[in-house]
């Protein structure tokens, strides 16, 4: 169900300005405030369009997935036929897509200035409902300022309708009086928009989405540029608030989590707050996004799974993150692609990579295809985007711990939750004790005990007929490298048939306590700093985070020339080393784009960019 989605609202806003310097009649059928925002239907429509910017093309619809180079040092953009975008630093304030992505944004926020200032237009619609719609535009105008804020320093601000072609002339506001904006919106619409468990689903603003985005607002703020250290205990208030509401939890599967997305299945308690899609382009119902087929694994257009183009490849960086038992690391890199069949899901399994190079090669994986339950499959996706996850938050809410009182128990203990829930409990080891003898053909193996089940290995013998190995297969969905199953303790392996007798072997398996964090990890603030930057990389991958957050940390261009040395060393004749050592000072800051520059006589130019 796509609740929000199933209320279209369609261009009513543009016809809400006008001039009467250049409108001397006044037509019949003009759609103004004042015959306009009547009925509770109408408001649901306004409702809905200021909800509508997040999906559109230029945000989480398609381009915010690839071209904006929001994953920084985990990925990169691999079509090297196009050679100019914000993806590889290679643009001017003329590009196109840096201007969609302004103008879409600031579309959204005069959907939400229109909606607020005429919400009471009928004080006969009941007050509740109109304060809820109060409270999501606000929260929302809050939310399309943040982006701007983040990626192009201090904005113009326009908090009224814009009702003129002519007021159009106003100055960038600082960075500090955008962010009072926001939190403004925001914290005035905390105490309008209903509970979570109220709503049911995720694609509506709750209490839960403003807290959570508000910690993510204030730690932005502690952070560059502004360095207001001031801002930690407010992230830390408002992510104790989502912590201490009682109604979200770490999904016990990290694999899940994506499952339920691709699916059309909520999970209010994991996935707090998630951009709605529905449809698959093949007829005129349809709000689709490039989700999966843009930054998936690859799959061709006839097969069952559905197409996915898989522009995007990962980082050696991002492969080598990984500890071993961290399950993440398999299902957020493909080793697999799909096959060109009619069996959904059906993969041909890659080996490891064997050189730093090999894993520049492998893609994401974490947005999959093959668990779309709408059929057919067409050209784009309705995988849900999640802006805000349960995980998120406690992560946050660590940072902000760490950075006022240092590593305390509090903080590791958080940080090892979250680790823990994303750790193998399966087989890791099979060892042969004894060969035995007189095997003409291997031996079938099978796994008893253990409280668990799942591990499948086959086994090895030589020429003598005794049992030389034991090999664990792979895991034919891809969420592990091999089937290892899940246990409790060490199950038995049991060896029969093949002719001979006398084969013995032992297990071992992952423990979910190997998951956490030893004590040089711990030991300062800023060796914890560290973990949570790191673990930010391993859980929320391909989730348009990781750029802004190493600018608020102030390791952002440190870090990509750390990448693109690694590149020029690892992969020295692929195109993608450029893609990491052309980012210079002024990446910092996307450039103001040319449109509004050209309109917009009062606004300034970001650094480096003229």
Known sequence: MKTIRNILALGFLLSLSACEEFLVTEPTDFLSPSNYYRTEQQLEFARAGVYSALGENPLYGHQAHYLYAWDADMAYMNRFTLTTGPWNYFYSPADRYNDSFWSTLYSGINRANVVIANVDNNPEIDQKKRDVIRGESLFLRGFYYFMLVRYYGGVPMRTEPTLSVEDVDIPNSSVKEVYDQIVADMTQAEPLVPDINAIGFGGAISKSAVRGLLARVNLTMAGEPLKDQSRYAEAKKWAKKVIDEGGHALNPSYSQIFKNLAGDKYDIKENIWEVEFWGNLLDQYSEATGLGYINGPRSVASSATGRADAYMSITAKFYDVYEPGDLRKWFNIAHFTYNNSQINGEKTFTGLPTTQEDKYKLLPAKWRREYETLLPKGLRTPINFPILRYSDVLLMYAEAENAINGPTAEVVEIVNRVRR???????????????????????????SGGGGSGAKAT??????????????????????????????SAPQVVLSGGGGTG???????????DADLKSAQTATKESMLAVIQNERLRELSQEGQRKADLVRWGIFLKTMEEVGKAAQRDIPESPAVKYFTNVSQKDLLSPIPTSEITVNQAIKQNPGWD
């Open 421 to 447: 829930r994303a750790w193998s409990k399966g087989v890791n080891k099979v060892e042969v004790i004894n060969g035995g003898s007189g095997y003409s053909t291997a031996p079938t193996v099978a796994f």
């Open 459 to 488: 086994a090895t013998i030589n020429s003598a007929g005794q049992v030389t190995g034991i090999n664990l297969i792979r895991d034919p969905e891809g969420i592990s490298y091999f089937a290892e199953g899940v246990y409790t």
């Open 503 to 513: 084969a013995t072997a032992t297990s071992q398996i992952n423990n979910p306590s």
